[in-house]
């Protein structure tokens, strides 16, 4: 079991998360507070629960801004997803959630993309509006553009979207074009 501790910065407005990782041998747990200015400004942690091969099974998203407190929860229910209990045909063969404020869950696609340049994945996810806590069906492209390189397309609710991507040896954000950077802190 490994455990880590990641933090990426907000490149289009201030904010900041941390996320701590935990990857054991039959799963993922994640969690993970974000500060932002954005929409007014907010609170939001979230807490994932992957499976062994990268597969979100739960997200939990709890959300302090001006209009107060929130909580949404999104599970995975055989091919389709329930939202706060209940179940939610639209999201029906959405393969991942897609959490807004975190490239964390850019991963879970990004694993699955094959590793080939010119490769492609495209993909329906459950997108999660964070300062909203809303949840709509949307579609996105990963396209392998060489090591450690991937080109996110949105063919959905941002439709038009695009933007280069580093990762790391495991699939996780180093630099999202137009939004995050990975951060390291100075040793202690």
């Known amino acids: 079991m490994s455990t880590s501790v990641l ?3 907000r490149t289009d407005v201030e904010g900041f998360e941390r996320l701590e990782l935990v990857v054991g041998p039959d799963g993922v747990m994640a969690r993970s507070t974000v500060i932002c200015l954005e929409a007014g400004g907010f609170r939001l942690d979230h ?6 091969d990268w597969r979100a099974q739960s997200v939990k998203v709890e959300r302090w ?6 909580v949404l929860r999104l599970e995975r229910a055989g091919t389709g997803w329930r939202v706060d209990g209940a179940p939610r045909p639209d999201l029906n063969g959405a393969e991942e959630p897609d959490l807004s404020v975190t490239p964390f869950c850019n991963t ?3 694993r699955r993309t094959p590793a080939d340049a010119g490769a492609s994945l495209t993909l329906d996810t459950a997108f999660v509006d964070g300062p909203a806590l809303t949840v709509a069906r949307s579609r996105q492209r990963y396209d392998r553009q060489g090591p450690g390189r991937v080109r996110y397309v949105d063919l959905g ?9 580093v990762v790391d040896e495991t699939g996780l954000v180093l630099h999202y074009e137009h939004l995050f950077e990975r951060v390291t802190p100075p040793a202690p």
Do not use: M, V, Y
């Not at 609710?157 to 991507?165: K, N, P, V």
């Open 157 to 165: 609710l941002s439709q038009g979207f695009e933007a280069d991507l």
């Open 65 to 70: 801004n001006a209009h107060g407190h929130g």
């Open 7 to 9: 933090f990426w910065r």
């Open 108 to 110: 879970f696609p990004i």
């Open 47 to 52: 807490l994932w629960r992957l499976d062994g």
